[in-house]
């Protein structure tokens, strides 16, 4: 965590109230980029086709081929394979903003001590938060800020 | 085909790698951080090949890696990085300490298969 250095008590509480506020604002961003993360992943098309292919191979007049079979089987593994890893990525993002979180809660700090913005850079796992990170500590020229 | 050593503190990614990894005909051994890896190599195995997740507790990807850099058995032996991670500086830390390639999770099961092809030993 950084130490509010500043020229008196009260301005230098003014500072790190900002800072906090600013990493609460980042810690926002990170977990609306979350809900993207936990998006279904657009693979459901080939769970379709394959329990079509299979109730297919299901009727009594279908003849069953290892072949058909075999390619069901690696699209069901391909499917599970890029999930698993889908959602590994988004639980390590969540692990770091709830990391980030209970900093921000911590009840024994230090006298001084606040959580900043720039302490959350150490958290991340991936581009995706730095950009997140970046795009609420240095906003576009236009882009809309908060106003109370 | 090889004996491939897999680190990673996802149970899911594990078993769901192992998968895809036996289906191509390799033997797979697994770990759930790189301080299991150190003790699996100090132990006496000899993967053909090690596929490393980054970001794990007790000991992550890049310190296993400088740690299997040091065993004289694993010197030279490919470890290939599959992780959430796609900063220049990360890569360029792994490829410091001893990676042998780099794949950014979500990858294809055929992507991962030819990277161990390529960097496996010609039978």
Redesign the interface.
Known sequence: MSMASAHSPSSASAAADAEERLACAVLAAQVLALREEFRV?ALSDQIWTASETLTRLADPAAAVDAATLEQVARML??H???Q??????A???ADTVATGLRALAASERPPGARLAALDLLGLY???EQ?RVHDAVVNPMPDSPRETS | MAAVLVLDDSATMVMSLSRILKNAGHTVDTGADGREGVAKLTGGLKPAIILTDLNMPNMDGIAFIKEARRNAATRFTPIVVLTTESSAGKREEARAAGASAWLIKPTEPNALLSTLKQLLPAA
């Open positions: 992943v593994e391909t599970a394979f890029l698993a890893q889908s959602f590994d990525r639980s390590q993002m796992v991936c581009e730095r």
